[in-house]
Each structure stands twice: as C-alpha cells, then as structure tokens.
C-alpha cells in the first residue's frame, strides 16, 4: 500500500500549490520521524510485543494517506511564513504527516524484522530472511500501480483513496497475528 508515497509530493506542489521550498522541510520531517520514533517502537517491541508494534505503527501508517485526503479539503492560503516557507493549514498538516510517514515506516520495519525473528527457528533464519526478502521484490513494482491508479489525468485522490483502504486491510491483518514471543512455535524471549 505504500504505493502511494512518491505522489505525495507532486500532489502538494501541483493540487495544493506547495511552496517549493517546503520539500526541503517534508522530507526531513520525515526523517526525524523515522529516527526519534525508534525510542517508541524499541520499547513496545521489547515490552508489550511486535504484534502490537506492529499494529500500533500500522495504525499510524492508515493515518497517513488519510492526512493526505484531509489537506485537499483545507486552506492552502498563505497564513504565515516559517523557515522562509509559505505556510498554510494544509503546509502544517502536509509536516504532520511526513513525521507520521516516517514514525510508521520505522515501526513497520523493526516490527516486521523482530517479528520474523521470533516466529523463525534459529537455524533456519537464513531461510526465512530470504524468503522475506524475496517477497518483497513484487513490491517494488507498486509505485507502478500507483502510476496506473493515478494516470496522465493526476488522480491523486484515487491514488490515497486505495492506499487507504489497502492500508486499513494490513492493519486488519495485521491485528489477526498472533504475539509469538514465549510461544512454543516461536523463537522470543
């Protein structure tokens, strides 16, 4: 479902005449989202679990497409200026959802790997981390289907709009799981 990520971007500057500037700003937004949520995500796995390290960043990650959505409906009239940037209800909403971009991102990675980790046998983590790795080459291609969804004509709202939904069935999954640490099946302790 993260097909949707590069068009994020080209939807700010072309539907809600983003000041070009504020890239320089969404992109490490996103970044520090990333890095500082690892504090979160590092304590939830090695307490509560990975399940719910992953179902708490995936319901972060649902949220993000649906920020999207929600600055198309806000004023993307100037209001102000910060860092040199034309700021507007959309600009600031726009930054809150690269930050929740990266904080879910980084969730879903540690929770995917440390959940693997548990759910594998020792000996055969090699197999596994091969197989993981293996099913995510399909899913380079997605950005593809975002192209397709979203077409010539710019339909970025679609675009977000079957992210969202995509989303909300990972999370839906995502809640099915089992917490595999101290299992009999499972590796975790």
Same mark, same amino acid.
């Given at each position: 479902? *993260?097909? /949707?990520?590069?068009? @994020?971007?080209?939807? %700010?500057?072309?539907? &809600?005449?983003?000041? !070009?500037?504020? @890239?320089? $700003?969404?992109?490490?937004?996103?970044?520090?989202?990333?890095?500082?949520?690892?504090?979160?995500?590092?304590?939830?796995?090695?307490?509560?679990?990975?399940? $719910?390290?992953?179902?708490?960043?995936?319901?972060?990650? #649902? &949220? #993000? !497409? %649906?920020? #999207?959505?929600?600055?198309?409906? +806000?004023?993307?009239?100037?209001?102000?200026?910060?860092?040199? @940037?034309?700021?507007?209800?959309?600009?600031?909403?726009?930054?809150?959802? /690269? #930050?929740?971009?990266?904080?879910?991102?980084? *969730?879903?990675?540690?929770?995917?790997?440390?959940?693997? &980790?548990? +759910?594998?046998?020792?000996?055969?983590? !090699?197999?596994? /981390?091969?197989?993981?790795?293996? %099913?995510?080459?399909?899913?380079?291609? &997605?950005?593809?289907?975002?192209?397709?969804?979203?077409?010539?004509?710019?339909?970025?709202?679609?675009?977000?709009? $079957?992210?969202?939904?995509?989303?909300?069935?990972?999370?839906?999954?995502?809640?099915?799981?089992?917490? $595999?640490?101290?299992?009999?099946?499972?590796? *975790?302790?």
């Amino acid at each position: 479902a *993260g097909f /949707f990520i590069p068009f @994020i971007i080209p939807y %700010a500057l072309r539907r &809600l005449g983003l000041d !070009p500037a504020a @890239i320089g $700003v969404l992109m490490p937004a996103g970044v520090l989202g990333y890095s500082l949520s690892n504090l979160l995500w590092s304590y939830l796995s090695d307490g509560p679990g990975n399940r $719910v390290l992953l179902v708490v960043s995936g319901a972060c990650y #649902v &949220l #993000v !497409p %649906a920020l #999207v959505l929600l600055c198309g409906h +806000l004023s993307t009239q100037p209001t102000g200026q910060w860092l040199g @940037i034309r700021t507007s209800p959309a600009f600031w909403t726009l930054l809150v959802t /690269f #930050v929740l971009l990266g904080t879910s991102r980084a *969730g879903q990675d540690l929770g995917h790997t440390n959940y693997l &980790l548990e +759910l594998s046998p020792g000996r055969n983590y !090699p197999a596994y /981390f091969a197989f993981y790795a293996l %099913a995510g080459v399909p899913l380079s291609l &997605l950005p593809l289907l975002g192209a397709v969804v979203i077409g010539k004509q710019g339909n970025y709202e679609a675009g977000f709009l $079957v992210a969202l939904v995509l989303l909300g069935v990972m999370l839906w999954v995502l809640r099915g799981l089992r917490e $595999v640490r101290n299992t009999e099946n499972g590796n *975790g302790g």
